[in-house]
């Protein structure tokens, strides 16, 4: 189809595209390479076909907003396809003939290109109505959250270049096709471009010709003239989430948090500080972000009013890479601290380290382990936290706790009850590790009180540590008192690792969800690798086992369950507590969050030891309103923290409402 000096022209813009690439992918692998970190290439093997699965099937975005996913996916789905149909127009540009002959496969791929072209103009269309017409709030920030000062404006500027391009990319090459049909005949298995080539049913054949040049030109041109433009526009993200979600370190929970190791004196810094100071990964995060706000959408912290957002965190990053990126390529430093530019320090306290940001974003990012890593740098490098927290640090240090009660104290809960410690039953087959709140603060201890009950009913062979458990240091960790954490976990590894050596339990139980993620996923970087379950499913073998019979007199109404952050979205155990909620109630509702998805109760991240960022209501208020509008008597929980949160928020409602552990639940319903 080409004339030979159009072959030598395209050649050139090739060619010269070609350099720029070269130059623009060599300039943001310097940039991810400031980040710390390096790429675990059997990682990238063992996941290659899943994430080539997961990329095509573009399953991580069907989880919320489903109208306009199915038109990202038109657009996703046809973009991805032209990666073939651009060859093919070369192929057929340069050789005239048809690409992939004229048999089935042919006819196939004809036939995919004219729909996916169509789906694409659709998609696109419809996407960009949405952005530049009806303006969702929920495609923005609010004025209070920090944004990029060039942000605002840019990403719906961006958004209509992107749209733009696409619609004058996939329309042109169309158009081309269309009038190549002109001059062919129709073809069945091109039903749209065989409708549009009606259109020029009066040009002669010199006019159809031209068309067809124009398309393939305008179709062609269009990809090697954005090729300058897309290291710097959210598009990029088309080539970075496969990335992401190939060399993202592999993590046992999403909440688990890199190792630092304190009796290496070499280490002069920690946490982030700098934009240089993450992780690779978290650089490959802003290249990543598609700027669709569905982050920001699901986080309790923005969506009580405080001025988090997980959005403009990775936006803020991207922007500020587009900023500075050549500087850091060359090995310079960033001109700004990452609470400068990215994240005021209001908000990197208002978050609940509560992971929904990390489940719901569909391109692999996690914003909550920025944060998380910028509260270690304020905390261990500029001594920075909210003052509330000294108390619960200064327990921690000194008791082992944070609430500072004295481990002399740590078996009181325990009295006239019969709780043995490991020293009593060295043999047990349970260790059931009590927990900070269940030792010593006096409404989790009923929980603990009735949890002692369940495993005496069932008569199962169960100890306790007793004084020589400290607390696991998940809240220090959380709140970025990483030195903290590292000695209470080498202490607990240390005891509990001698206990499993004797011979001792070869279980561990927790009714605390922080307890167990914590030994569970954090404790294996010390040494200690254990089987930890939960109290809810300890529960359900006991009544499926037969050994905890329910009194259908006293089995409850009607009850909702409130599912922990860390029992559910970070370590996906949802059903256990259901399944023991299902054979001591006549009913079971739903709240509308619920399960992976559900709505923080405000206590993670540290949140229970101060108080609460300035916003419009109390996360606990709010998930609150949620448990009461299913109607039910009765808000089961899991965890000590959303007991104490969720207790406090109907007391402040003045509702009726009961708050209860599950396991208080069950031992009120046993025979």
Not at 88 to 113: C, H, M, P, Q, S
Not at 216 to 232: E, R, T
Not at 413 to 432: C, D, K, S
Not at 441 to 458: C, S, Y
Request: some cysteine; aromatic content about 8%; overall charge negative.
């Amino acid at each position: 189809m080409l004339t030979t000096l159009e072959k030598i022209l395209f050649a050139l813009f090739a060619l010269a595209t070609l350099a720029v690439i070269y130059r623009d992918a060599a300039r943001l692998l310097k940039i991810i390479h400031r980040g710390h970190g390096s790429i675990d290439w059997a990682l990238i093997r063992k996941r290659l076909a899943g994430v080539v699965a997961k990329t095509t099937a573009l399953t991580p975005t069907w989880r919320l907003r489903p109208v306009p996913t199915f038109f990202h996916a038109l657009v996703a789905w046809g973009f991805m396809y032209y990666l073939l149909v651009n060859a093919g127009d070369v192929y057929e540009g340069y050789f005239e003939a048809k690409f992939l002959g004229t048999g089935t496969l042919g006819n196939i791929y004809r036939l995919l290109a004219d729909l996916l072209s169509g789906g694409a103009l659709i998609g696109m269309a419809a996407l960009m109505v949405r952005r530049q017409v009806i303006k969702p709030a929920n495609l923005t920030a609010r004025e209070s959250t920090l944004l990029h000062p060039k942000a605002r404006a840019g990403i719906r500027r961006d958004s209509l270049i992107v749209g733009v391009f696409i619609l004058l990319h996939v329309g042109f090459r169309l158009i081309g096709q269309s009038f190549t049909l002109r001059l062919e005949g129709p073809d069945a298995w091109q039903p749209l471009a065989t409708a549009v080539s009606g259109l020029w049913a009066g040009f002669s054949e010199p006019a159809a010709v031209a068309g067809q040049h124009v398309g393939f030109w305008v179709a062609l041109g269009l990809i090697m003239a954005f090729f300058p433009y897309l290291p710097y526009s959210k598009h990029l993200h088309l080539i970075f989430t496969p990335i992401n979600f190939l060399v993202t370190p592999e993590r046992k929970s999403m909440g688990q948090l890199s190792y630092v190791d304190f009796e290496d004196d070499s280490l002069e810094s920690f946490g982030a500080t700098r934009l240089e100071d993450l992780g690779f990964e978290q650089l490959v995060d802003a290249y990543a972000c598609i700027m669709c706000y569905r982050c920001q959408e699901v986080c309790p912290a923005y969506q009580t009013g405080k001025v988090l957002s997980p959005a403009t965190l990775e936006i803020n990053k991207r922007y500020f890479l587009n900023q500075e990126g050549k500087q850091l390529a060359g090995g310079g430093v960033s001109s700004q601290t990452l609470i400068e530019f990215a994240i005021p320090t209001e908000a990197v306290w208002a978050c609940t380290a509560c992971g929904a940001c990390v489940d719901i974003c569909p391109v692999g990012n996690e914003p909550m382990r920025d944060i998380l890593d910028i509260r270690r740098s304020l905390v261990l490098m500029e001594n920075e936290f909210p003052p509330q927290l000294q108390n619960a640090y200064r327990g921690m240090e000194r008791n082992a706790n944070p609430w500072a009660v004295a481990q002399t104290e740590r078996l009181k809960w325990a009295e006239r009850l019969v709780v043995p410690t490991i020293e009593e039953n060295p043999e047990a087959e349970i260790l059931w590790w009590v927990g900070c709140a269940a030792a010593t603060d006096v409404r989790a201890q009923k929980t603990a009180r009735a949890f002692a009950e369940i495993l005496n009913k069932a008569g199962v062979s169960f100890a306790i540590l007793g004084q020589g458990e400290a607390c696991t240091g998940d809240a220090a960790r959380r709140t970025g008192a990483e030195h903290i954490f590292f000695e209470l976990a080498t202490m607990n590894v240390e005891a509990l690792n001698e206990v499993t050596a004797n011979g001792g339990p070869k279980r561990i139980v927790a009714a605390c969800p922080h307890c167990l993620h914590t030994l569970m996923n954090e404790y294996p970087a010390f040494g200690g690798h254990y089987e930890v379950i939960h109290h809810s499913q300890l529960i359900n073998e006991l009544v499926g086992a037969g050994k905890l019979r329910v009194d259908a007199r006293k089995m409850i109404e009607k009850v909702t369950f409130h599912d922990p952050c860390y029992l559910g979205r970070q370590n996906g155990i949802v059903d256990a507590p259901r399944i023991a909620l299902d054979a001591v109630a006549a009913d079971r509702v739903e709240m509308a969050a619920h399960g992976e998805k559900s709505f923080c109760c405000g206590a993670g991240g540290g949140q229970a030891w101060k108080e609460e960022e300035h916003g419009d209501d109390p996360v606990n208020a709010t998930r609150f309103r949620q448990a009461a509008a299913t109607g039910a008597g009765t808000l089961a929980v899991g965890c000590p923290f959303c007991m104490t949160m969720l207790t406090d928020a109907a007391k402040d409602a003045e509702s009726e409402i009961q708050v209860k552990d599950v396991a208080e639940i069950v031992a009120e319903s046993l025979a």
